[in-house]
Structures are given as structure tokens and as C-alpha cells.
């Protein structure tokens, strides 16, 4: 079932199958494999990539452009650990007992972030196409 976030009359959380309400935004909760990791997200799901970019074509994760201020940490903290590359803009979180990646900050974009859909328990990844986004020349 889904409720509505107190106060937000445009938010629902969710938990079990999302219930489509066209462009509604609607919180979302993310985990990594082991569960140490759990974040909120306020999305609508419509801005999905996959990058060609050195760390993401080894990952394959399909990300969801967000803004950093939609994505809330919600447990686990202390078991995120950070990797940073190249131009030491970007940063990438994962957890550290799984490994799984669980969404980073965007080098293109200083208050954007991206997550990874498929620490979403309520959807199928499988059900969302990528836009591709070419990096790798950037």
C-alpha cells in the first residue's frame, strides 16, 4: 500500500508494487544487498540513464537523475564508503560490507545526483529503459 508523505500532497511512499500516478513524484526507499544501506528518494522515475563513462561501463548500473536534495540516508551511514576518479568532481557511494552501488554525486551537474533503480525493491529495473549518456568522450 502507499500513503502520503505528511505535509506533501504530491509525494506518496511506497512500499510493495508503485501504483503509476502519472508525473507524480514519490518517495522511494533504496537498500544495498545486505541491507546495511537504506536511502529515500523523491522521484518520478522518468529521467533514466546508463553511462559509458570508465567506472560506469564496469558497473552497467541504470541510474536515475535526481537532485541531491531528494536523496535522504536514512540507515547505514557510517557502512557507505566513497570513491572519486579523474577530475575528483564526481563522487560514487557503495556500501562497504556488499560492495553494491548505491547512487553518487554528478560531476556534470554540482546539485545533481543519480541512484542505482535496482536497489529499488518496488520496481523492476528490467522495466525501465536508459537513455544513453556518452561520457567516456567528456
Known amino acids: 500500500s502507499n500513503r502520503l508523505l505528511s505535509g506533501r500532497s504530491n509525494v506518496r511512499i511506497i512500499s510493495g508494487a508503485p501504483i503509476k500516478f502519472g508525473d507524480l513524484v514519490m518517495l522511494y526507499n533504496l537498500k544495498c544487498h545486505c541491507g546495511a ?8 522515475l522518468k529521467t533514466i540513464k546508463q553511462c559509458n563513462c570508465s567506472i560506469c561501463i564496469r ?6 537523475m535526481v537532485s541531491k536534495d ?4 536514512i540507515k547505514g551511514n557510517e557502512n557507505l564508503s566513497s570513491y572519486k576518479f579523474n ?8 556500501c562497504k560490507t556488499c560492495g553494491i552501488y ?6 556534470s551537474d554540482p546539485n545533481g545526483a543519480a541512484i542505482n533503480i535496482g536497489c529499488i525493491d518496488a520496481i523492476n529495473p528490467f522495466d525501465y529503459e536508459a537513455e544513453f549518456i556518452d561520457m567516456k568522450s567528456k
Open 59 to 64: 558497473k552497467n548500473a541504470k541510474m536515475c
Open 37 to 44: 544501506v537504506e536511502l529515500e528518494v523523491e522521484t518520478d
Open 87 to 94: 577530475t575528483k568532481i564526481a563522487e560514487h557511494f557503495f
Open 102 to 107: 548505491t547512487h553518487h554525486h554528478r560531476r
Open 70 to 73: 531528494s536523496v535522504q540516508i
